[in-house]
């Protein structure tokens, strides 16, 4: 089963507005990322928090952690049409050299 | 320009056919990664690869194959064995310094069956 479930699976908003998604997780881990994909197109790393984190900010990106419930958030203020992408959460699983997926959310970003 | 290439961008196999999938990087980077995004879905793990002559299975290596004899190239095989091919690949790499955290990816492989 997916190490990371992610919600919404969809979220449509208008340019400027707020942009906020959620990712669970079941085991304990090292890191939490954050990756967007644009249609037909590979990944691209955002943000990266650490397991003794709580907080980041990078840009228009605010990620949060909470590892008592599992749990992050990737919030993209004043959104602009060229956010309009999937976005995935990854895992760094505690003694596991690889990353898990989640489903991701497909944002879209109306005008 | 530093980065991952993948070709081709679209492959089309014959039922009975194994086709192969290439990644090149020139990030210098030691650890490289298959994986298999199917329409709406997350990516699951297919084999990954730490070092030179060394790879491991994913969870769903079944009907795939791999080498690593340079730490450049990486290349996937689908097998007449994967039942299930038509999916997104996607190659990743990682560098050993980051403990193989921050991945970078290719621009992945659309596999169809014909």
């Known amino acids: 089963s997916q190490q990371g479930e992610e919600d919404p699976q969809a979220l449509s908003i208008q340019e400027g507005e707020n942009a906020t998604m959620n990712c669970s997780y079941k085991?304990?881990?090292?890191?939490l990322q954050w990756y967007r994909q644009n249609s037909g197109r590979g990944l691209v790393h955002l943000i990266l928090?650490?397991?003794?984190?709580r907080e980041k900010h990078s840009g228009r990106l605010r990620v949060t952690l909470d590892t008592s419930k599992k749990s992050s958030s990737l919030l993209i203020t004043a959104s602009r049409a060229a956010d309009t992408a999937s976005y995935f959460c990854a895992t760094q699983i505690q003694g596991a050299q690889k990353l898990v997926f989640g489903q991701g959310t497909r944002l879209t970003i109306n005008p | 320009d530093g980065g991952i290439t993948q070709s081709p961008k679209y492959l089309f196999r014959k039922e009975g056919q194994n086709v192969t999938l290439s990644c090149e990087q020139n990030l210098n980077h030691d650890a490289m990664y298959w994986y298999r995004q199917d329409p709406g879905q997350g990516l699951r793990l297919i084999y990954y690869?730490?070092?030179?002559?060394?790879?491991q299975k994913g969870d769903i290596a079944e009907g795939y194959s791999v080498s690593r004899e340079k730490k450049e190239s990486f290349p996937l095989t689908v097998t007449s064995a994967q039942k299930n091919p038509t999916a997104f690949y996607l190659c990743?790499?990682?560098?050993?310094?980051?403990?193989?955290?921050?991945?970078?990816f290719g621009s992945g492989t659309q596999l169809s069956v014909l």
């Open positions: 928090i650490r397991s003794n984190e």
């Open positions: 990743a790499s990682s560098d050993w310094d980051r403990g193989y955290e921050k991945l970078f």
């Open positions: 690869s730490q070092i030179v002559n060394d790879f």
């Open positions: 085991t304990s881990i090292n890191n």
